[in-house]
């Protein structure tokens, strides 16, 4: 917004012409009695009663043989109420976005203590005679599913049969005995699935099942991330399935 005002000619006065205030105006520039600029200073924002301010200047100080236009007065207000609209819209948003990370710790603590169902191609066997529980993504019916159990050393240590399954979600429990009989060490363990009927080189996805330890809020698009016992932090995202 620009502010206009006239000046008398040097060593006159015009009685119809009031004296310019010291105001800024909006997209020109003024000068105060110091000769300095009071926006002058770099980041400064003007909020409403800045421009109903510097509005009210024009008013009072524009020339009477020229007077402000009424469309270029209704601009100015409707800008004026853009701007506040913009700027209560923010408000709104920020307070949203608060209650609903409020809202995220709060059902995230109810996590603590649940089985979470994660992707993932290791499973680790907590101690001797513990049990590991996961599932198979099968990706198309079939008349046998068997999961397979190796070492760290990559060595084949147990096989689980599944029998037929359809489509989906076929679940898996190894209590941590060997093909021998023998119970299996503590430790890390490799999982792989072999579906009947599907092309040899199709990934076979995997999954474990671990207690949530912890639960640590993210910012930006780190989002919610849970510390899961045997499979570490794991966004949420990656979650298949919670149950108790």
Known sequence: MQINSTHSAAGASNPTTPTTPTTPAVGGSSSTSSGTNPLSTTGTTLGGTDFLTLMLAQLQNQDPTNPVDSSTFLTQLSELSEVQGITQLNTSFTALSNSLSSSQALQA???????????????????NGATITGAVAVPQTSSSVTVNVSNSAGVLVQQINLGAQSTG????????????????????????????????????????NGTVQSVTMGAGSTGLTLNIAGLGSVPFSSVMQISN
């Not at 603590?109 to 101690?127: D, F, I, M």
């Not at 679940?171 to 009947?196: C, E, H, I, K, R």
């Open 109 to 127: 603590s109810s996590l603590l203590g649940h089985q979470a169902l994660v992707a993932s191609s290791t499973a680790t066997l907590p101690t």
């Open 169 to 208: 979600i076929a679940n898996f429990s190894w209590n941590g005995t060997q093909s021998d009989g023998s119970q299996a060490p503590a430790g890390q363990y490799t999982l792989s699935a072999n579906v009947d009927g599907v092309a040899s080189g199709t990934a076979i996805g995997t999954y474990v």
